[in-house]
Protein backbone atom coordinates (compact mmCIF):
# COMPACT_ATOMS: atom_id res chain seq x y z
CA UNK A 1 0.00 0.00 0.00
CA UNK A 2 1.13 3.47 -0.85
CA UNK A 3 3.17 5.76 2.26
CA UNK A 4 1.28 8.57 1.16
CA UNK A 5 -1.82 7.13 2.54
CA UNK A 6 -1.48 8.42 6.44
CA UNK A 7 -0.31 12.14 6.66
CA UNK A 8 -0.65 13.37 9.99
CA UNK A 9 -1.56 16.96 8.20
CA UNK A 10 -4.85 15.56 6.59
CA UNK A 11 -7.98 15.15 7.97
CA UNK A 12 -9.89 11.68 7.35
CA UNK A 13 -13.55 10.96 5.77
CA UNK A 14 -15.81 8.43 5.17
CA UNK A 15 -18.27 8.89 1.80
CA UNK A 16 -21.60 6.58 1.66
CA UNK A 17 -22.38 5.28 -1.72
CA UNK A 18 -24.80 2.59 -2.71
CA UNK A 19 -23.00 0.67 -5.21
CA UNK A 20 -25.76 0.40 -7.51
CA UNK A 21 -25.86 4.69 -7.69
CA UNK A 22 -21.96 4.74 -8.16
CA UNK A 23 -19.35 2.01 -6.80
CA UNK A 24 -15.79 2.53 -6.52
CA UNK A 25 -15.17 0.67 -10.36
CA UNK A 26 -17.05 3.90 -11.55
CA UNK A 27 -15.07 5.88 -9.49
CA UNK A 28 -11.92 3.40 -10.77
CA UNK A 29 -13.46 3.87 -14.56
CA UNK A 30 -14.25 7.92 -14.27
CA UNK A 31 -12.26 9.92 -16.18
CA UNK A 32 -9.03 10.42 -14.30
CA UNK A 33 -10.68 8.28 -12.04
CA UNK A 34 -12.18 11.71 -10.76
CA UNK A 35 -15.57 12.56 -10.02
CA UNK A 36 -17.75 15.22 -8.17
CA UNK A 37 -19.31 14.20 -5.10
CA UNK A 38 -23.06 15.86 -5.44
CA UNK A 39 -26.56 14.81 -4.65
CA UNK A 40 -25.71 15.43 -0.73
CA UNK A 41 -28.84 16.78 0.86
CA UNK A 42 -28.10 16.54 4.90
CA UNK A 43 -26.91 20.09 6.17
CA UNK A 44 -24.44 18.07 8.71
CA UNK A 45 -23.16 16.03 6.06
CA UNK A 46 -22.68 19.38 3.90
CA UNK A 47 -21.22 21.27 6.70
CA UNK A 48 -19.04 18.23 6.63
CA UNK A 49 -17.94 18.55 3.25
CA UNK A 50 -17.05 22.67 4.05
CA UNK A 51 -14.84 21.31 5.81
CA UNK A 52 -12.97 19.17 3.78
CA UNK A 53 -9.19 20.53 2.09
CA UNK A 54 -7.09 19.54 -0.84
CA UNK A 55 -5.40 16.15 0.23
CA UNK A 56 -7.86 15.09 2.74
CA UNK A 57 -8.37 11.44 2.63
CA UNK A 58 -11.36 9.38 2.33
CA UNK A 59 -12.87 5.98 2.59
CA UNK A 60 -15.31 4.95 0.02
CA UNK A 61 -18.14 2.89 2.07
CA UNK A 62 -20.10 0.96 -0.19
CA UNK A 63 -23.66 1.12 1.70
CA UNK A 64 -26.55 -0.91 1.27
CA UNK A 65 -24.93 -3.59 -0.23
CA UNK A 66 -23.92 -7.07 0.72
CA UNK A 67 -21.97 -6.56 2.79
CA UNK A 68 -21.61 -3.58 3.30
CA UNK A 69 -18.00 -2.34 3.32
CA UNK A 70 -15.42 -0.06 2.71
CA UNK A 71 -14.27 -0.54 -0.78
CA UNK A 72 -11.27 2.14 -0.93
CA UNK A 73 -9.68 5.52 -0.68
CA UNK A 74 -9.87 8.40 -1.89
CA UNK A 75 -8.63 11.62 -1.53
CA UNK A 76 -10.27 15.39 -2.32
CA UNK A 77 -8.63 16.80 -5.14
CA UNK A 78 -11.53 20.16 -4.70
CA UNK A 79 -13.06 21.90 -2.04
CA UNK A 80 -16.42 22.88 -1.75
CA UNK A 81 -17.99 24.37 -4.28
CA UNK A 82 -21.98 24.90 -5.60
CA UNK A 83 -23.61 21.70 -6.18
CA UNK A 84 -25.07 22.10 -9.63
CA UNK A 85 -27.65 19.74 -10.00
CA UNK A 86 -29.75 21.32 -7.34
CA UNK A 87 -30.29 23.69 -9.83
CA UNK A 88 -31.54 21.42 -12.86
CA UNK A 89 -34.91 20.25 -13.02
CA UNK A 90 -34.37 17.38 -14.82
CA UNK A 91 -31.90 16.43 -11.89
CA UNK A 92 -33.24 13.93 -9.04
CA UNK A 93 -31.21 15.70 -6.78
CA UNK A 94 -32.82 18.93 -8.10
CA UNK A 95 -33.82 21.26 -4.83
CA UNK A 96 -36.88 24.23 -5.56
CA UNK A 97 -35.78 25.61 -2.58
CA UNK A 98 -32.03 25.96 -3.30
CA UNK A 99 -31.39 29.11 -5.14
CA UNK A 100 -28.27 30.00 -7.21
CA UNK A 101 -27.86 33.30 -5.75
CA UNK A 102 -27.08 31.82 -2.55
CA UNK A 103 -26.46 27.77 -2.66
CA UNK A 104 -27.96 25.76 -0.31
CA UNK A 105 -25.51 22.81 -1.77
CA UNK A 106 -22.29 22.28 -2.15
CA UNK A 107 -20.02 19.31 -3.38
CA UNK A 108 -16.38 18.38 -3.59
CA UNK A 109 -14.42 16.27 -5.94
CA UNK A 110 -12.81 13.82 -5.48
CA UNK A 111 -10.04 10.85 -7.12
CA UNK A 112 -9.39 7.33 -6.34
CA UNK A 113 -6.24 6.76 -4.60
CA UNK A 114 -6.62 2.94 -3.81
CA UNK A 115 -9.53 0.16 -4.58
CA UNK A 116 -9.09 -2.54 -2.01
CA UNK A 117 -8.22 -6.21 -2.93
CA UNK A 118 -10.82 -7.44 -0.54
CA UNK A 119 -13.16 -4.73 1.18
CA UNK A 120 -13.76 -4.53 4.73
CA UNK A 121 -16.94 -5.40 6.07
CA UNK A 122 -18.95 -3.24 8.58
CA UNK A 123 -18.98 -6.89 10.34
CA UNK A 124 -15.40 -6.80 10.57
CA UNK A 125 -14.93 -3.57 11.62
CA UNK A 126 -17.12 -4.03 14.40
CA UNK A 127 -15.50 -6.61 15.87
CA UNK A 128 -12.31 -4.11 15.96
CA UNK A 129 -11.65 -2.62 19.51
CA UNK A 130 -10.12 0.28 18.65
CA UNK A 131 -13.56 1.47 16.35
CA UNK A 132 -15.67 1.50 18.73
CA UNK A 133 -16.98 5.01 18.79
CA UNK A 134 -16.36 5.43 15.22
CA UNK A 135 -19.28 7.37 13.66
CA UNK A 136 -19.93 4.19 10.77
CA UNK A 137 -20.62 1.66 13.91
CA UNK A 138 -22.71 4.04 16.32
CA UNK A 139 -26.02 2.84 16.13
CA UNK A 140 -28.86 5.07 14.54
CA UNK A 141 -26.41 7.07 12.66
CA UNK A 142 -26.99 7.75 8.75
CA UNK A 143 -24.93 10.04 7.72
CA UNK A 144 -23.75 10.00 4.09
CA UNK A 145 -20.46 12.17 4.93
CA UNK A 146 -18.60 11.56 8.23
CA UNK A 147 -15.09 12.32 10.15
CA UNK A 148 -12.81 9.68 10.74
CA UNK A 149 -10.29 10.00 13.72
CA UNK A 150 -6.92 9.32 12.63
CA UNK A 151 -6.44 6.60 14.95
CA UNK A 152 -9.49 4.57 13.13
CA UNK A 153 -7.60 5.78 10.08
CA UNK A 154 -4.69 3.86 11.16
CA UNK A 155 -6.64 0.43 12.05
CA UNK A 156 -8.51 0.52 9.06
CA UNK A 157 -5.11 0.67 6.61
CA UNK A 158 -3.82 -2.00 9.10
CA UNK A 159 -6.76 -4.27 8.06
CA UNK A 160 -6.60 -3.52 4.77
CA UNK A 161 -3.11 -4.76 4.17
CA UNK A 162 -3.80 -8.02 5.96
Not at 57 to 79: C, K
Not at 129 to 137: F, N, Q, T
Amino acid sequence: MRGQLLSDASHYWLLKSEPSAFSIGDLAQASGQTTGWDGVRNYQARNYMRQMKVGDQILFYHSNADPPAIAGIAEVVREAYPDHTAFDKKDKHFDPKSNPAKPTWDMVDIKLLLKFSHALSLDKLRKQPGLKRMELLRRGSRLSVQPVRPQEWRIILALARK
